[in-house]
């Protein structure tokens, strides 16, 4: 019981800053943590730029004054999104649950499983405030303009989307919308559990992204808020990869294994390609891989 309590306190803590959820403060301070976010109405378009996973501000004075060393919140410790990374993948299902609901309702109404894709893909994006979609085209634009580390850093960090980017939302975008609508031509159930699916493990890889990348700025937001220990990143993408297969094995049957393993290389690759390219991740980079492990995941289960 105590372990299931401590999930469920790790999974609200981080749904707070990985979707649009409003999730009470007394979920952060019951861990005498003082850096409890702000509402989803009030987030930032700032930080939501520096970094994928949005994390906002402490709230009130003594939180304020616990992230910064002061007195007033000495008896609280600023809150580590890292900690909890073990539970993104329990994140992920709950911001997919509306649009894999859809998958299955639009269907019945007479909608064509194209739009149904895409109106899926738009309440997976109002759920998540469409962070990690910003993370990836701020990847695009830095990365693929061949520019110097630095100045490809200072380009991650523009609020501006460039054509670079503009290009990666579309494919992405493109691309979700096309393998959910092949999955609901042929069954709406497979579509819909494959969303939470695809969801669920690239959270999950995410997670072990973050923790088994070393950081690319100090000074970073993905790095102050707390990089996640190997162990947690570790049992994210094991979590991920449960959730997925027993998802959809049932129906795709042992595709389902291939789905997780496209997804692993495309991840193995990029983190090889942030390596070379700016020598570790931001906050904008976790983003980006978790864009690519969910088209790699959908694309895996559409060859089925």
């Not at 194209?114 to 085209?137: C, F, R, Y």
């Not at 579309?170 to 695809?198: D, H, Q, W, Y």
């Not at 973050?210 to 994210?236: E, F, H, I, M, Y």
């Not at 390219?277 to 969910?294: N, P």
């Amino acid at each position: 019981m105590q372990t299931i309590m401590t999930l469920y306190g790790a999974t609200l803590r981080a749904a707070a800053f990985l979707t649009r959820l409003s999730i009470s403060a007394r979920h952060f301070e019951s861990q005498g943590q003082a850096a409890a976010p702000k509402s989803p109405e009030n987030r930032s378009r700032d930080a939501s730029r520096q970094n994928d996973p949005a994390v906002e501000a402490p709230a009130g004075r003594d939180a304020e004054g616990a992230a910064a060393g002061n007195p007033a919140g000495a008896d609280r410790a600023p809150y580590r999104l890292g900690d909890d990374a073990h539970a993104f993948p329990i994140v992920g299902l709950i911001a997919a649950a509306p649009a894999a609901i859809l998958l299955l309702v639009l269907p019945e109404l007479g909608l064509s499983p194209l739009v149904a894709g895409i109106v899926a893909l738009a309440a997976l994006a109002a759920m998540t405030g469409a962070l990690h979609e910003d993370g990836l085209a701020d990847v695009a634009d830095g990365l693929f303009g061949h520019q110097p580390r630095e100045r490809a850093l200072e380009i991650m960090h523009d609020s501006r989307v460039g054509s670079y980017g503009a290009i990666a939302l579309a494919l992405s975008l493109g691309l979700r919308a096309a393998l959910l609508a092949e999955l609901c031509a042929s069954r709406p159930l497979t579509a819909a559990f494959a969303v939470l699916a695809a969801s669920a493990f690239s959270r999950g890889a995410m997670a072990a992204f973050w923790a088994l990348t070393p950081s690319a700025l100090d000074t970073g937001l993905a790095a102050r808020v707390g990089q996640p220990s190997n162990g947690k990143g570790l049992a994210a993408i094991g979590l991920g990869a449960a959730i997925g297969i027993v998802l959809t094995v049932p129906l795709v049957g042992p595709i389902s294994v291939l789905a997780a393993a496209i997804a692993a290389v495309a991840l193995t690759l990029f983190r090889r390609f942030i390596l070379r390219r700016i020598g570790g991740q931001t906050g904008d980079c976790l983003g980006a891989a978790q864009q690519l492990c969910e088209i790699a995941v959908l694309m895996g289960l559409a060859m089925g």
